[in-house]
């Protein structure tokens, strides 16, 4: 009997402490770095409640044999007076090592969190920076390959009016070749060709014009300024139709064009003639002069020629003035531009960036030459002055306006005159 009562309250005692006993053996048989703060918190709810328990008597249960056992147990509790002290002390060192252990694991947390949060911003910052100079690449990518693209399709259209003058030429050497062959049989040695001296600087020509004449935008917008003219005087119809000599690239025929005005050209540059005609333009191949001298009396509105006349000789102006003033009906009136020699920046250097220019006209002697040649009422029309930027304004008086108009004066002029 004594011995089935001491099994009964040894596997009460058991009951008792189970629970605290299984947490902190699984407490313990963690390693720290991976220790679950709810097994922690499992763990101290049970050792604070075995705790509480220590030394304490279970309750008492009603039957005989219960209140024998409680008795046997307020024996034992009295017989392990001295034990029960150790529990205490036990329970108390395993409390405060587990919440010690608690803490430690939560500061480790809380580090290995602020350990990814300061890699995370890191990887960001170093990501955004990355991403940024990818960026900045891909601009600087894009860039270059627009401005390639611009540059070939430039040059392209650079060389397309060039391919198109060869095409030409070498159909009318081709074209020539043949009527010169001996009508008999063909074995007789074909002739040299004419040869095409006169066409051998065109595509230069034409790069010069590129390179300092300016852009067609810019062009266009100059001589936008004989527009009014010819709207008063009523010229650009179909009876009174504008001549373009040297036609050049024609700017000048696409601004006649866009005001739906009757105009056609004529140059002897290949390469210009066949910007032109891509352009859909009315051109011709020729020379200006026999062009002028073969037309009809009294069958021009209007004769132009914009930085010409300073390329031909003494006779070759004559020659032009006549032959406009005859072509000309009454009304009807010449506009011819050419570099301003007043201004000595142009009279002593930009005249000399064209090769072909024989030699300046001074406005004196245009005005001279259009009243010598008919032509009753002359205007001088001075164009195209300096910047304003570079006009010298520190100084007043008369030397420096005298100055400043002889070096930033207009760099053009044009000699407009009307045939009664």
Same mark, same amino acid.
């Given at each position: 009997?004594?011995?089935?009562?001491?099994?009964?309250?040894?596997?009460?005692?058991?009951?008792?402490?189970?629970?605290?006993?299984?947490?902190?053996?699984?407490?313990?048989?963690?390693?720290l770095?991976?220790?679950?703060?709810?097994?922690?918190?499992?763990?101290?709810?049970?050792?604070?409640?075995?705790?509480?328990?220590?030394?304490?008597?279970?309750?008492e249960?009603?039957?005989l044999?219960?209140?024998?056992?409680?008795?046997?147990?307020?024996?034992?509790?009295?017989?392990?007076?001295?034990? #029960?002290?150790?529990?205490?002390?036990?329970?108390?060192?395993?409390v405060?090592?587990?919440?010690?252990?608690?803490?430690?694991?939560?500061?480790?947390?809380?580090?290995?969190?602020?350990?990814?949060?300061?890699?995370?911003?890191?990887?960001?910052?170093?990501?955004?920076?990355?991403?940024?100079?990818?960026?900045?690449v891909?601009?600087?990518?894009?860039?270059?390959r627009?401005? #390639?693209?611009?540059?070939?399709?430039?040059?392209?259209?650079r060389?397309?009016?060039?391919?198109?003058?060869?095409?030409r030429?070498?159909?009318?050497?081709?074209?020539?070749?043949?009527?010169?062959?001996?009508?008999?049989?063909? #074995?007789?040695?074909?002739?040299?060709?004419?040869?095409?001296?006169?066409?051998?600087f065109d595509?230069?020509?034409?790069?010069?014009?590129?390179?300092?004449?300016?852009s067609?935008?810019?062009?266009?917008?100059?001589?936008?300024?004989?527009?009014?003219?010819?709207?008063?005087?009523?010229?650009?119809?179909?009876?009174m139709?504008?001549?373009?000599?040297?036609?050049g690239?024609?700017e000048?025929?696409e601004?006649?064009?866009?005001?739906q005005l009757?105009?056609?050209?004529?140059?002897?540059?290949?390469?210009?003639?066949?910007?032109?005609?891509?352009?859909?333009?009315?051109?011709?191949?020729?020379?200006?002069?026999?062009?002028?001298?073969?037309?009809?009396?009294?069958?021009?509105?209007?004769v #132009?020629?914009?930085?010409?006349?300073?390329?031909?000789?003494?006779?070759?102006?004559?020659?032009?003035?006549d032959?406009?003033?005859r072509?000309?009906?009454?009304?009807?009136?010449?506009?011819f531009?050419?570099?301003?020699p007043?201004?000595?920046?142009v009279?002593?250097?930009?005249?000399?960036?064209?090769?072909? $220019?024989? $030699?300046?006209?001074?406005?004196?002697?245009g005005?001279?030459?259009?009243?010598? $040649?008919g032509?009753?009422?002359?205007?001088?029309?001075e164009? $195209?002055?300096?910047?304003?930027?570079?006009?010298?304004?520190?100084?007043?008086?008369?030397?420096?306006?005298?100055?400043n108009?002889?070096?930033y004066?207009?760099?053009?002029y044009?000699?407009i005159?009307?045939?009664?």
């Amino acid at each position: 009997m004594p011995s089935e009562l001491l099994r009964q309250v040894r596997e009460e005692m058991q009951r008792s402490y189970k629970p605290g006993a299984q947490s902190l053996e699984r407490a313990s048989s963690s390693q720290l770095p991976g220790i679950d703060s709810a097994a922690l918190r499992s763990a101290l709810a049970a050792l604070y409640s075995s705790y509480a328990l220590v030394g304490q008597l279970p309750p008492e249960p009603p039957s005989l044999r219960g209140r024998i056992g409680a008795q046997l147990v307020k024996l034992i509790q009295r017989l392990l007076f001295w034990y #029960t002290p150790q529990i205490v002390h036990f329970q108390y060192s395993a409390v405060q090592a587990i919440e010690e252990l608690a803490k430690q694991n939560q500061r480790l947390r809380e580090q290995l969190e602020e350990a990814r949060r300061r890699d995370r911003d890191e990887w960001r910052t170093v990501f955004a920076a990355a991403e940024s100079r990818m960026e900045t690449v891909n601009r600087r990518l894009e860039a270059l390959r627009i401005q #390639t693209i611009a540059r070939l399709e430039r040059e392209i259209a650079r060389m397309r009016p060039q391919q198109i003058a060869l095409e030409r030429r070498i159909a009318q050497l081709i074209a020539e070749a043949r009527n010169r062959l001996p009508e008999a049989s063909g #074995t007789a040695p074909l002739p040299a060709p004419v040869t095409e001296d006169q066409h051998n600087f065109d595509g230069f020509y034409a790069a010069l014009e590129d390179e300092f004449r300016g852009s067609r935008e810019e062009i266009k917008e100059r001589l936008s300024v004989y527009l009014p003219r010819l709207a008063v005087a009523g010229i650009g119809g179909e009876s009174m139709p504008i001549l373009d000599v040297g036609c050049g690239r024609g700017e000048w025929l696409e601004l006649l064009r866009e005001q739906q005005l009757d105009a056609s050209g004529i140059d002897q540059n290949l390469v210009v003639l066949g910007m032109c005609q891509e352009r859909g333009l009315p051109v011709r191949e020729g020379n200006a002069l026999e062009y002028l001298r073969s037309l009809p009396e009294k069958s021009l509105g209007a004769v #132009t020629a914009f930085h010409v006349i300073e390329h031909l000789t003494l006779p070759q102006l004559l020659d032009l003035w006549d032959s406009a003033w005859r072509a000309l009906k009454p009304g009807g009136m010449a506009i011819f531009e050419t570099p301003n020699p007043n201004n000595v920046f142009v009279g002593a250097r930009n005249f000399y960036l064209d090769p072909t $220019h024989r $030699h300046p006209i001074p406005p004196l002697l245009g005005r001279f030459l259009a009243e010598s $040649h008919g032509f009753e009422r002359v205007e001088i029309l001075e164009l $195209h002055p300096c910047p304003v930027e570079l006009i010298d304004t520190r100084t007043g008086g008369d030397v420096a306006a005298r100055f400043n108009e002889c070096f930033y004066g207009p760099q053009d002029y044009a000699i407009i005159g009307w045939k009664a």
